[in-house]
């Protein structure tokens, strides 16, 4: 009888030990189970922003795991990828876009926290015209010359340069001219960071200035009108030479053929004021008409 109490002890001890080995060696399984299966860290993308048309802006990832494969997409698109240092990751500049990033290990992938957009600043063209306060003048006559800058800003600043040498930054510029000094500006704009063309040199303006002080001559016969799109110019004198500016004072045509009562068609031209300027043998005439 105590034989079979001892055995069937035995037994009982031997059974709990076969359990407590399973039982141990089914939870070693599960946890290296769940090791295997674990998800990669979450970071968060870093970067984005507005740029100009030309710019790039920086995008990155807060940190990264060693083994980890990141992927960045561009507008749920594949871009491209880097693997995970320990450290935060940079996917360098970037164009126009929304950007997330996915995390790949040996089992898993998820998305990380947040998105980079990117967007464009609107560039500026800039320019600009400049207008003389007369041309032609008599000799002698002061002429300022004025900017009409287009995306300048709100300070712009404008170099003068009188036959190719500089003559000063100012917002106008004035002096006594010479016949046929030419007169530019160049104007740099403080709009923004996104702009064309910028610094932008102006239209040039030749002066045209009469050899003698005066305007008129009380012995000379000059009439100048304008008649369905042509000029008509009638002179007593012999005239060399006939130079029409616009009202901004830039030469829209040059007559040289001169006959004896010069019609000068303006058909390609818009209506408006013009100078007409005859050369003649003796000396240099102004005159305003409107061409109608």
């Known amino acids: 009888m105590t034989m079979k109490t001892s055995t069937s002890g035995l037994i009982r001890i031997i059974a709990l030990i076969i359990i407590a080995f399973y039982f141990i060696t089914a939870r070693a399984e599960n946890l290296t189970q769940l090791s295997v299966n674990a998800l990669p860290v979450v970071y968060t993308v870093t970067g984005g922003g507005a740029g100009c048309q030309i710019a790039r802006v920086a995008l990155g990832l807060s940190s990264s795991e060693v083994g980890v494969k990141y992927i960045l997409l561009k507008n749920n698109e594949y871009h491209e990828e880097l693997m995970g240092t320990g450290l935060a990751l940079s996917f360098g500049n970037h164009e126009v876009g929304t950007y997330t990033v996915t995390a790949t290990n040996s089992e898993n992938t998820i998305v990380m926290t947040g998105n980079a957009v990117i967007t464009e600043i609107p560039s500026i063209s800039v320019g600009v015209e400049i207008v003389a306060s007369a041309n032609p003048v008599h000799n002698g006559a002061s002429v300022i010359f004025t900017p009409v800058p287009v995306g300048g800003g709100t300070t712009p600043t404008y170099e003068w340069f009188k036959n190719s040498v500089s003559v000063g930054v100012l917002n106008t510029y004035s002096y006594i001219p010479a016949d046929g000094d030419i007169v530019y500006a160049i104007m740099t704009s403080n709009a923004s960071s996104c702009l064309t063309g910028n610094p932008a040199t102006s239209n040039p303006i030749t002066m045209s200035v009469s050899i003698t002080s005066g305007l008129k001559d009380d012995n000379t016969k000059l009439n100048v009108y304008s008649f369905e799109k042509n000029i008509y110019v009638l002179s007593s004198e012999t005239i060399k030479q006939i130079n029409i500016y616009n009202a901004a004072g830039i ?42």
């Open 251 to 292: 030469l829209v045509k040059t007559v040289n053929d001169v006959t004896e009562t010069p019609m000068i068609s303006m058909v390609d031209k818009p209506a408006g004021c013009y100078i007409v300027s005859i050369i003649s043998d003796k000396n240099v005439y102004p005159r305003k008409v409107n061409l109608k």
